[in-house]
C-alpha cells in the first residue's frame, strides 16, 4: 500500500478583495502621480487576478483614516516594521490554520486524535514556540504528536512538506501525517518602488491548506517525486529578511528560465514519470506567465491550466499553499482521472515534481 493524500481542507481570510482596489492602495503606497497610477492598474490588470485575500483589513479601504495596521496618513510613514507584521502573523496565522486543518480532517472520517505527525509549512512567517504548538492546542492534538517545520523554502515548500509525510509513512505505516500549510503574503508588501516589488506586490495574496497524507487505497496516491535545481536563476528567484517584512526578488526572467529548464529536463521527465502517458498537470500558479511558459514546454493544451488559472484568478499566489488549492480542485473534478504530475517552484532557482494518481 502506497501513501495518499486522502483529504484537503482549504482557508481563506476575510472577503476577497477586488484587484483593482489593492492596484489603488499600492498607487498610494508608492506615492504614484496619475499616469505611473494607471501603468501600475495596467500591471494588476494583466496578472490574470480578480481578487485576493488578506488577514489585513486596509487594502480596500477608500480612506486612510480608516486604516487598522497601516498609518493613517497619505505617506504611510512610518511604513510598518517586520516586528509589527510577525505580531499579526502570530496572532492572525493559527486560527486560519486550524479552520485548513478541521475541514481536511472531516473530509477525510478520520478522527483528529488519530494523527500522530503534524508538518507546519510556511515561508511568511515564524516565532518560537511555533505556530504548530498553538495549532496543536485548537485541534486538540495529543501532546505526543511528532511536529516538524519546513519554513522559507518559499512556494514549492508544500511539496517538501509531503515528501517528508511519505517519508515518515515508509518508517511508520500505520502513521496519519497532518500537512499544514499557512502564508500570509499580503504582510510583506513593500512600499519601495522597484521592480520586484511591483511584481510580488501584484501576485500575492494570503490563504492556507492543509493535507492529510496516510497509507490508503483512497485519494491521490503518491508515486514518485523530483527535485531540481536551475542555478542559472539563482539570483532570479530569492526571499530574504529585511526592515520592513520579508522582500521577495523576483525577476522578470522567470517565465523564460523555467522554460528554458523544463525543455531540457524532458528527457528527465520522461525516464521518470513516462511524460508521454501523463494527462493531468496540477501546476503552481505562480503568475499567469508562468503557467503560460510551462504548457508551451510540455506542449499541452490550455485546459492543462483550467484549475491552477482559476485558483490564480480567485486568490492570486498563496506560496507554499497554493497548490493545494489547484489539488482540492482536481480531486474533486470527475473529469480528471489517472496520473497527475504536480509542479512547484520556488528560490534557487528550484523546480519541485510530485507525480501523483487519483483513485
Known amino acids: 500500500m502506497n501513501s495518499s493524500i486522502v483529504s484537503i481542507g482549504l482557508s481563506a481570510p476575510g472577503n476577497p478583495i477586488q484587484q483593482s482596489e489593492i492596484a489603488r492602495f499600492m498607487q498610494l503606497a508608492h506615492q504614484l502621480d496619475e499616469v505611473e497610477g494607471r501603468k501600475l492598474g495596467f500591471l494588476y490588470r494583466k496578472t490574470g487576478i480578480e481578487s485576493r485575500h488578506s488577514v489585513l483589513r486596509d487594502f480596500d479601504k477608500l480612506r486612510v483614516e480608516d486604516f487598522s495596521f497601516f498609518p493613517k496618513n497619505q505617506a504611510l ?11 499579526i502573523f502570530q496572532e492572525a496565522a493559527p486560527d486560519l490554520a486550524a479552520e485548513a486543518a478541521i475541514s ?6 478520520e478522527q483528529m486524535n488519530s494523527i500522530t505527525h503534524l508538518i507546519l ?4 512567517g ?26 522559507f523554502m518559499g512556494c514549492y515548500a508544500v511539496f517538501t512538506g509531503l515528501k517528508l509525510a511519505d517519508k515518515i509513512l515508509r518508517a511508520e505505516p ?4 497532518l500537512v499544514v500549510s499557512v502564508e500570509l503574503c499580503t504582510l510583506h508588501f513593500q512600499k519601495e518602488y522597484s521592480e520586484d ?3 510580488a506586490n501584484s501576485l500575492f495574496g494570503d490563504g492556507a491548506a492543509a493535507a492529510l497524507v496516510m497509507n490508503s487505497e483512497k485519494g ?17 528567484m530569492a526571499w530574504g529578511i529585511g526592515d520592513f517584512g520579508f522582500e521577495m526578488k523576483l525577476s522578470k526572467y522567470i517565465p523564460a528560465l523555467l522554460d528554458q529548464g523544463i525543455r531540457q529536463l524532458k528527457e528527465v521527465f520522461e525516464k521518470k514519470f513516462k511524460l508521454s502517458q501523463i494527462r493531468n498537470f496540477a501546476i503552481h500558479p505562480g503568475g499567469k506567465q508562468i503557467l503560460q511558459k510551462v504548457q508551451e514546454a510540455f506542449e499541452l493544451g490550455e485546459e492543462a491550466n483550467f484549475h491552477a488559472m482559476n485558483v490564480l484568478r480567485q486568490f492570486g499566489n498563496m506560496s507554499s499553499a497554493t497548490i493545494l488549492f489547484v489539488l ?29 494518481e487519483k483513485r
Open 104 to 109: 481536511c480532517v472531516n473530509r477525510s472520517g
Open 126 to 151: 515564524m516565532v518560537a514556540p511555533g505556530v504548530e504548538l498553538q495549532l496543536m492546542e485548537k485541534l486538540g492534538l495529543e501532546d505526543d504528536v511528532e511536529r516538524y517545520c519546513v519554513h
Open 220 to 236: 491521490l496516491k503518491i508515486k514518485s517525486y523530483l527535485s531540481q535545481v536551475f542555478k542559472d536563476g539563482d539570483q532570479d
Open 197 to 199: 516589488n511591483l511584481l
Open 121 to 124: 509549512v510556511s515561508c511568511t
Open 328 to 356: 482540492d480542485r482536481m480531486m474533486n473534478d470527475p473529469n480528471v482521472q489517472g496520473e497527475i504530475l504536480a509542479m512547484g517552484f520556488g528560490p534557487g532557482l528550484t523546480l519541485e515534481t510530485l507525480h501523483l
Open 77 to 87: 510613514d512610518p511604513f510598518p516594521g517586520t516586528k509589527a507584521r510577525m505580531e
Open 174 to 177: 500505520d502513521a496519519r501525517v
